[in-house]
């Protein structure tokens, strides 16, 4: 395929940028002080797809897809760049950022106007592919597989080709069956394909029974849909509040047949692409931007929260890095920690304490955190500090955080007069909070009168709480903190729990806990009620077991359950619990905010999550999931051609403990292209707005462990009934962009 008609296809034809990028040119690859390499980096003709050579022995050229970019960062915004690379060059300096955990590509132009002109470039390659609705990212992909199995370059394809390029796609068929499909496409005779002749093996292989089906049976006008075939869809199996005014919009948005839109009907490829599109996705695309009341009181909400922010990896020796404050800030956490320690040169550094992690400088990370905090939301970012400085380089952090951040930073409260409960989210829209201990009531900040330089507070360490006993040293139970440091610490005073009595009786609204996990769960099991009013009133942070060495993760729907907002869990590691946070933060704008649902919020409320008494909570319902089929399933062994997926479904339900359940269906040997399992699984809910649905896609495998190929997850209330499609996303999160599975669901009042 020509560079230009590829261009063409995806409206890029004659961008000076993109032609530039085509042209391609010589790049400094930056990986330490000493190792600084000239790279030829070069976009291919399909307008996806990197090439630059590489000196490694085993592989002398290396590519990447603009897929597997996260994002590009201009000038010397990371670590890397930041450490290795003078300040004079900061406009020749970006970063290409991947999803996974592929180490950045650090580059240097060699003028400023070129890094600019790679930037932009790469900018907009990512902008389309992002914009790309699953059609064109299944036919992106298809063209792709094709490109590899055409071993030749020749634009042909012979039967041997044609049998790779289904390995390619993740289609196991037997010989007799290639040859058949390609002898039924091979109509010159010509012993290829080429031309036409792959455009139908690839109608062939794309064909969507289950999607016939559905439009065969409301196509009741001459054989297609009529706006009111389209509105009857709409009502009936998709349950939307829907109009003809809504279905005659559709038709004109998606129909591709100009006769069939003039006569305002949809033909079956017009319903096929409003299938694919978001409209039809499984989420709720009224809940994608910030949709929720942003006024209530900063507690009344769940709060996207990390654990030891820092880490990049294990708690042991893992490395420290301000790549994993951005990373984390970029997928709209709003709590971050930073365990503060003296280092050198009177400088303050951030690491695990008394382990091998490696150290970064707190000044640099609350660089970072001005730069990035309000890239993904505006909401307010709060700054959980574990402090064991002196006083010396405590007196340095508030001088840091108050001249970096500036009027950023909340250093009293809002309006200056003595407040009785939080500030909304709305009202601290880009301020960022600091959480630590003070020395004196919040009043005292308001007068002039200063008081006391510096005082003994109870030092807190997470690291030392370990749940087996074993401790790093002995624990310190007192540190003098500066006033300076102290008197920046406003709506987030950290104090220790002793029950929920004492807290309601002697401690204000900004006096906040943090529950170590196996504490939390207890409380959350044996006094769910208490802890929920107590959450009406504060906030509560949950930190995981110190004994978590690996970065593991606990389940936060309990905690949530409890009305717990900062539920902190360590975002450096791909896992079920952390798949779970971003689905409870997938609605509201990625804002980091979730609106607790009224009877966690309420005073008069006695929900508990295990008993389940009567109340508004209680809305008994039924979920009936269909998994129809999955499309374009990933291989998981690609250095191995030979390697075919044998899909299976996992659907899940998280919630309160009557809630929990999961269920899969049969597996499906030697087919991730197309597989088809109609298969029907049915769960009882009891309270579905703290319900949370988890898709899996496993490969089976009978001998060891499945495979994860992908997951989705949401909550239940921002899933949309009737045949939906589900994206599907790595065990990072990032999305698979041809991916997905097929289902039809249904949320219906329970007899």
């Known amino acids: 395929m020509e560079s230009n008609g590829t261009a063409r296809k995806y409206g890029l034809e004659g961008d000076p940028d993109i032609q530039f990028l085509l042209g391609g040119g010589e790049l400094v690859k930056v990986r330490s002080k000493s190792w600084k390499k000239n790279r030829f980096f070069k976009l291919q003709d399909d307008c996806k797809t990197f090439w630059y050579d590489s000196h490694k022995k085993i592989r002398r050229q290396e590519t990447f897809s603009i897929d597997d970019i996260d994002s590009v960062r201009s000038g010397r915004q990371s670590e890397g760049l930041n450490n290795y690379t003078p300040d004079t060059v900061e406009d020749q300096c970006f970063s290409i950022i991947f999803k996974d955990s592929t180490k950045n590509l650090d580059l240097m132009a060699s003028t400023g106007e070129e890094a600019k002109q ?143 839109k003039q006569k305002k009907r949809m033909t079956k490829d017009g319903f096929l692409i409003y299938m694919q599109q978001e409209e039809s996705s499984i989420f709720n695309p009224a809940h994608k931007p910030v949709y929720q009341d942003m006024r209530q009181p900063l507690n009344h909400y769940y709060i996207s929260s990390s654990h030891n922010t820092y880490l990049m990896a294990d708690q042991l020796k893992g490395p420290s890095s301000t790549e994993a404050y951005i990373k984390a800030l970029m997928k709209g956490c709003r709590c971050v920690e930073l365990d503060c320690w003296d280092g050198a040169n009177g400088e303050p550094v951030i690491y695990h304490g008394y382990t091998l992690t490696s150290k970064v400088l707190f000044k640099d990370v609350i660089k970072v955190i001005k730069e990035f905090a309000f890239k993904t939301s505006d909401y307010p970012v709060i700054l959980s500090l574990e402090n064991h400085c002196t006083v010396d380089q405590q007196q340095l952090m508030a001088h840091h955080l108050i001249s970096i951040l500036g009027n950023a930073l909340v250093t009293k409260p809002l309006g200056n007069i003595m407040p009785t409960s939080f500030p909304s989210p709305e009202e601290l829209k880009g301020k960022i909070l600091v959480k630590g201990k003070r ?206 997926v044998d899909p299976l479904v996992r659907v899940e339900v998280y919630g309160v403990p009557a809630d929990n359940a999961i269920m899969e269906t049969h597996h499906i040997d030697n087919n991730g292209f197309n597989p088809v399992w109609n298969h029907n699984l049915q769960f009882q809910i009891h309270v579905p707005e703290l319900a949370m649905l988890r898709f899996v896609v496993e490969d089976y495998d009978a001998g060891s462990q499945n495979d994860h190929i992908g997951h989705y997850c949401l909550p239940l209330s921002s899933a949309q009934n009737g045949y939906r499609h589900v994206p599907l996303l790595t065990k990072r999160g990032a999305a698979i962009t041809s991916a997905g599975l097929f289902v039809h669901l249904m949320l219906i009042d329970a007899d």
Not at 214 to 231: C, N, P, R
Not at 526 to 551: C, E, Q, V
Not at 605 to 626: A, D, I
């Open 439 to 644: 020395l004196k009531k919040l009043t005292a900040s308001l007068s002039s009168n200063s008081g006391v330089e510096e005082g003994t507070v109870s030092e807190e360490d997470e690291a030392a709480d370990c749940e087996n006993g074993q401790k790093a040293k002995p624990k310190k139970s007192k540190i003098k903190l500066a006033e300076e440091l102290s008197n920046i610490v406003v709506y987030c005073k950290s104090v220790h729990f002793n029950s929920f009595e004492h807290a309601k009786e002697m401690q204000a609204f900004y006096e906040m806990s943090s529950f170590k996990e196996s504490k939390a769960l207890s409380l959350a099991e044996t006094s769910a009620t208490a802890f929920i009013h107590h959450n009406m009133d504060k906030l509560s942070r949950i930190y995981p077991a110190g004994s978590r060495t690996d970065s593991s993760n606990y389940n936060p729907v309990p905690l949530w359950n409890a009305g717990c907002q900062i539920v902190a869990l360590n975002f450096q590691t791909p896992s079920k619990e952390m798949h779970l946070n971003q689905g409870r933060f997938l609605p509201n704008g990625a804002s980091g905010y979730i609106l607790k649902p009224e009877f966690q919020r309420s005073l008069s409320s006695q929900f508990n999550p295990s008993t389940l008494s009567e109340g508004p909570w209680l809305q008994k319902k039924t979920l009936n999931v269909m998994v129809i089929s999955a499309q374009q399933l990933p291989k998981i062994n690609k250095d191995k051609q030979s390697s075919i």
């Open 118 to 260: 790679w930037v932009n470039g790469l900018d907009k390659l990512i902008s389309n592919m992002q914009n790309l609705n699953r059609q064109q990212n299944s036919e992106h992909w298809i063209i792709s597989c094709m490109r590899k199995a055409d071993k030749n370059g020749d634009n042909m394809m012979t039967l041997k080709e044609t049998k790779h390029f289904l390995r390619q796609v993740n289609i196991q068929v037997d010989d007799t069956y290639a040859a058949e499909i390609f002898k039924k496409c091979d109509e010159s005779n010509s012993g290829t394909l080429e031309g036409p002749e792959i455009k139908l093996f690839y109608d062939l292989l794309t064909h969507r029974e289950e999607i016939d089906v559905i439009y065969g049976k409301y196509a009741q006008t001459e054989g297609q849909m009529s706006a009111g075939d389209l509105l009857a869809f709409l009502l009936k199996e998709q349950r939307e509040q829907a109009s003809t005014v809504d279905a005659l919009k559709l038709i004109e948005k998606y129909e591709v047949d100009q006769t069939a």
